[in-house]
Structure formats: structure tokens, C-alpha cells
T-cell receptor, first 112, second 111 residues
Framework: SQTIHQWPATLVQPVGSPLSLECTVE??????LYWYRQAAGRGLQLLFY??????ISSEVPQNLSASRPQDRQFILSSKKLLLSDSGFYLC???????????FGQGTRLTVV | GESVGLHLPTLSVQEGDNSIINCAYS??????FIWYKQESGKGPQFIID?????DKRQGQRVTVLLNKTVKHLSLQIAATQPGDSAVYFC??????????FGQGTELSVKP
């Protein structure tokens, strides 16, 4: 069966520090991969999605970037965090564009 | 469409009543729609989906209705239970791979 791993679960980082959140999927190949951010009490904002290795689509211009160095690995990065980067970050995968996405447990990032 | 900056609307129902949660989507090219349930501090969980060639689909205690003419989606929960209390999101997708979430509705079930 397929599983998705996202870590860390919580993270407190100072303003200006770098960020690297990792997400890996097991049990499938060539999945669609997604990064979302959710502010408290708000909806899910799509940040990046990838339909294949090396293919990254960015939805919101910001100081974040994403990479897919391997088929089932999706990394969210920042060179310098801002206070406004605080939030709940969720990684998800789907078999293709016509099947449901499955979510990781999320990373709660607090930038101080 | 995506309204991530807005506070979530709320729906309060009595235990045992039916709940109807509505969602408007923005992209007429979207051909696949999903409802998710999100409990506090957790990632969204799949509830039910529907493709654009259908207008109704039923699951266990849940029904999704799709009206492509007005770009509207609804989730009906029968005999709502306290465990149904959560935030519910609709999501739309197309062949390009983008999966966009709607605003979300917070459902509160009163015992």
C-alpha cells in the first residue's frame, strides 16, 4: 500500500534562516505531488505541484521553492524565512489528475 | 475558487439532522471534484469524489451533487453525528494536474 511521510511535524525557525521540508511517498511510481500551506482557520493554498520528476509548477510568487530530486521525493525550501511564512504545510500525492490526493500529517512551521 | 484568506464559514446542525455543505468552483475546465474532511491539526482526508460526466454520487451517509451549469458542488451528510464535526473542503482538478481547494466550511454538530 502507498504511504506518505512528511517531516518534521513541528518546526520553529528564526526569521532569515533557511528551510527544508521533505516529503516522500512509498508504494507508487510517478505520482503527482503537491505542497500546500494553510494559515490558522483558513483554506489550503496551493504552493507547488509536480506531475513528474524535474517538473515543478509554482502557483504563488514568494520566497519559497520546491524541488523533486527523485520520483517520490518532494522538497520545499526557502533561503530566508519571513514571519509571514508561518503556517501549516501539507504535502500530498495522487496517482494522476483524476484521482484523489492523499495528504501527509503536515508540518507546523512557526517563524519567530 | 481559491479563497484562502477568508475566515471559514460555519454550519451548525443538531445531531441526527442532515447537513448540506456548498461549494462554488471557478474553472469550467475542471473535470474532477473531491470533498475532504479535515480535523484539527491533521491533513485532509478523502470523503467522496465525482467526475464531470456525473451529477450525483452516493457513498455511505454522504452524497455529492454537481451542477456544472452554475459551477456548484454540494456535500450532503445524512444523520449527522458528533464525529462529523470538522472542516470540509471541496477541491477541483483538471488534466493539467493542478488541485485547487475551495474555501472550506466548519461543521459543528450539537448533541
Amino acid at each position: 500500500s502507498q504511504t506518505i511521510h512528511q517531516w518534521p511535524a513541528t518546526l520553529v525557525q528564526p526569521v532569515g534562516s533557511p528551510l527544508s521540508l521533505e516529503c516522500t511517498v512509498e508504494g507508487t511510481s510517478n505520482p503527482n505531488l503537491y505542497w500546500y500551506r494553510q494559515a490558522a482557520g483558513r483554506g489550503l493554498q496551493l504552493l507547488f505541484y509536480s506531475v513528474g520528476i524535474g517538473q515543478i509548477s509554482s502557483e504563488v510568487p514568494q520566497n519559497l521553492s520546491a524541488s523533486r530530486p527523485q520520483d517520490r521525493q518532494f522538497i520545499l525550501s526557502s533561503k530566508k524565512l519571513l514571519l509571514s511564512d508561518s503556517g501549516f504545510y501539507l504535502c500530498a500525492w495522487s496517482l494522476n489528475s483524476n484521482t484523489e490526493a492523499f495528504f501527509g500529517q503536515g508540518t507546523r512551521l512557526t517563524v519567530v | 475558487g481559491e479563497s484562502v484568506g477568508l475566515h471559514l464559514p460555519t454550519l451548525s446542525v443538531q445531531e441526527g439532522d442532515n447537513s448540506i455543505i456548498n461549494c462554488a468552483y471557478s474553472n469550467s475546465a475542471s473535470d474532477y471534484f473531491i470533498w475532504y474532511k479535515q480535523e484539527s491539526g491533521k491533513g485532509p482526508q478523502f470523503i467522496i469524489d465525482i467526475r464531470s460526466n456525473m451529477d450525483k454520487r452516493q457513498g455511505q451517509r454522504v452524497t455529492v451533487l454537481l451542477n456544472k451549469t452554475v459551477k456548484h458542488l454540494s456535500l450532503q451528510i445524512a444523520a449527522t453525528q458528533p464525529g462529523d464535526s470538522a472542516v470540509y473542503f471541496c477541491a477541483e482538478s483538471n488534466q493539467g494536474g493542478k488541485l485547487i481547494f475551495g474555501q472550506g466550511t466548519e461543521l459543528s454538530v450539537k448533541p
